[in-house]
């Protein structure tokens, strides 16, 4: 892009022109990071759920709903913090009754994950969520897990399940439904922790992460989302996850900042959430920017796209413009979200060169 710096003056008002590097240009940083091929490592499928699919699965399986119609729920989603949207959230969720609704469900999100240049997805389900209402496991992990499958041979989307476990429920409940799981143990990679953050801290379930990893399982956890910066180290040292859910309260601790850069654990970052839960005001003071100027391997993710105003791309883009980020700082949230997958190594390099190709064609 070409722009003309201000005319000088004088007898020769010679037009200089500067060539500005295309990657530094607002407008191109917006672009980019739409077209850039990216991964998705915080998405509930849950929080996937739009009005309109919540009205024609509740018409499906008769079940009814305190809303007269998708408006009426929609103006509801109103929050004021994290509980406030947990409420809707599980009220949302009781529509989901057969291994056809699961399916539909992560079809509806994998459609929109292409649609975003989403190219890996690692979706978090709640099954406690499901099973407390007398659906089984196998409903569960098999619809989601066929979703999953033709997300790949149709869509080209490689896509892996991560169990989460509410934190509000006891660690015998996260244990039990660990158990039930495990006949499909082929379906998940690995296990998360959701749900209600303060007052129930990551320690809570010590032994229950302790025997994950001990299953080969892939570990993550919320933590300092609303949570204090004594709950990610716990999550680091107690249960020992690969990468923190949110993680944006670690700025309020330097020594906790500079592990997470040193061991580089990668946040998954969920910037629109973080607005419509008022864990910001305004996007506009998202510490995105400060948590890559810190050195952190912090990603862009949707958390539940349903109900927070938007998929990977509205994440995406709006972070861009409210913080000017700048094409170096696009670039490197789409790498980081290929490094902190948990893909294979030939995956991942693949991943990756399909990057470098599109940062080279753009
Ligand atoms: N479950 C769904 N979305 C969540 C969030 N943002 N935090 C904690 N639990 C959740
Ligand atoms: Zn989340």
Not at 96 to 101: R, S, T, V
Not at 210 to 220: D, M, N, P, T
Not at 322 to 337: E, K
């Amino acid at each position: 892009m070409l722009y003309r710096k201000p005319v000088t003056g004088g007898v020769r008002r010679i037009m200089q022109t500067i060539h500005e590097c295309k990657h530094r240009c607002p407008m191109n940083a917006i672009e980019l990071a739409r077209s850039l091929p990216k991964a998705e490592l915080h998405i509930h499928i849950e929080g996937s759920l739009e009005p309109e699919l919540i009205f024609a699965l509740a018409e499906r399986n008769g079940v009814p709903l305190p809303y007269a119609d998708v408006e009426t729920l929609r103006a509801a989603y109103a929050f004021t913090d994290l509980q406030s949207f947990l409420d809707i959230y599980y009220a949302g969720a009781s529509v989901l009754l057969q291994e056809a609704d699961f399916y539909d469900m992560a079809w509806a999100y994998f459609k929109r994950a292409q649609a975003d240049h989403v190219v890996h997805a690692e979706l978090f389900f709640d099954p406690q969520t499901h099973t407390a209402r007398g659906v089984s496991m196998a409903t569960v992990i098999q619809g989601l897990s066929r979703a999953c499958a033709d997300a790949q041979t149709r869509l080209g989307i490689s896509a892996s399940l991560i169990l989460c476990f509410l934190r509000h429920l006891s660690e015998e409940d996260a244990m039990a439904t660990l158990e039930a799981a495990l006949p499909y143990r082929e379906h998940f990679i690995g296990v998360g922790l959701d749900s209600s953050e303060v007052g129930h801290p990551p320690s809570k379930f010590s032994r229950v992460f302790a025997r994950c990893r001990e299953l080969g399982l892939r570990l993550v956890a919320h933590a300092g989302e609303e949570g204090p910066p004594a709950y990610i180290w716990e999550a680091l040292n107690d249960l020992q996850v690969e990468r923190i859910d949110h993680g944006v309260r670690c700025l309020e601790d330097p020594a906790l900042v500079a592990e997470l850069a040193r061991r580089r654990v990668p946040l998954t970052v969920c910037p629109l959430s973080n607005l419509k839960l008022c864990v910001v005001n305004d996007l506009k003071q998202h510490p995105m920017k400060r948590l890559l100027d810190s050195g952190l391997c912090a990603t862009v993710n949707s958390d539940d796209p349903a109900y927070f105003g938007g998929y990977m791309n509205a994440n995406f883009t709006q972070t861009v413009q409210a913080l000017n980020l700048s094409a170096d700082d696009v670039i490197a949230l789409a790498r980081n979200s290929f490094e902190a997958s948990f893909v294979s190594e030939p995956r991942r390099a693949e991943l990756m060169a399909a990057l470098d190709r599109a940062v080279a064609a753009a």
